[in-house]
């Protein structure tokens, strides 16, 4: 079973930064490809970025820019650097993983963005 911890949401003033992190209980290079999306009360899951196992990377068109997803395969753990946040970018993130079409996921860690 994996298991993803995501940390690192919290409150943030509008044009702030935060970096979300996702620790995984395994070898993240086991996985094909990791992510983060996010979700409001009542909407449907909305992909922000996610790293293929070759490094690659793709974003949501309206966070390209001040986003930033990496990771550190020592740590098992997968970031999220946002910047220069906005009140539309408060939502529940979502950590995710998938592996020969599992897709497993985290519990979600709260942004807030004052304005």
């Known amino acids: 079973q994996v298991q993803l911890v995501e940390s ?6 509008a044009g702030g930064s935060l970096r979300l992190s996702c620790v995984a209980s395994r070898y993240i ?3 094909n490809g990791m ?3 996010r979700q409001a009360p009542g909407n449907q ?7 293929a196992r070759d490094g690659g990377t793709n974003y949501a068109d309206s966070v390209k820019g001040r986003f930033a997803i990496s990771r550190d395969i020592a740590k098992n753990t997968v970031y999220l650097q946002m910047n220069s ?5 408060a939502d529940v993130y979502l950590c995710t993983a998938v592996r ?3 897709a497993y996921w985290g519990q979600g ?3 807030t963005v004052s304005s």
Do not use: M, P
């Not at 690192?8 to 003033?13: A, P, R, S, Y």
């Not at 946040?85 to 970018?89: E, F, N, P, R, T």
């Open 8 to 13: 690192g949401g919290g409150l943030v003033q």
């Open 29 to 31: 290079f086991s996985f």
């Open 35 to 37: 992510g983060w999306y």
């Open 45 to 51: 899951r909305e992909l922000v970025a996610t790293i």
């Open 85 to 89: 946040l906005k009140s539309v970018d």
């Open 100 to 102: 020969w079409g599992d």
């Open 109 to 111: 860690t709260q942004v």
